[in-house]
């Protein structure tokens, strides 16, 4: 059984940080590229940033290019999300995901396996 467990959200003022982590199991980890996701109520999940299986290609959303940062750690199952200098419109659940496709990660549809989200609430 897969399952891909987001952690690290919380309520952060402007200008501050969160570190979102996502442990994974059930899957061949390394063999996967993974994304970040993110829906905001009323508003369609979003791209945020994908890092390929090896970790040495990373895209991101023009909004977020500078601030966040993702990166993976095959010998844990885990990927990450570093966020600095987070805006309220940075509000939004979080969701990691997996694909086993190398092209259209930016696209929630091509994506295999989902987390349950984190809430991620950034105040002004």
């Known amino acids: 059984q897969v399952q891909l467990v987001e952690s690290g959200g919380g309520l952060v003022q402007a200008g501050g940080s969160l570190r979102l982590s996502c442990a994974a199991s059930g899957l061949a980890f390394h063999s996967y590229g993974t994304g970040w996701f993110r829906q905001a109520p009323g508003k369609e999940r979003e791209f945020v940033a994908t890092?390929?299986?090896?970790?040495?290609?990373?895209y991101y959303q023009d909004s977020v290019q500078g601030r966040f940062t993702i990166s993976r750690d095959n010998a844990k199952s885990t990927v990450y999300l570093q966020m600095n200098s987070l805006k309220p419109e940075d509000t939004a659940v979080y969701y990691c995901?997996?694909?086993?496709?190398?092209?259209?990660?930016?696209?929630?549809?091509?994506?295999?396996?989902w987390g349950q989200g984190t809430q991620v609430t950034v105040s002004s």
């Open positions: 995901a997996a694909t086993l496709q190398v092209s259209g990660t930016r696209t929630h549809r091509n994506y295999n396996y």
């Open positions: 890092i390929s299986w090896s970790g040495g290609t990373t």
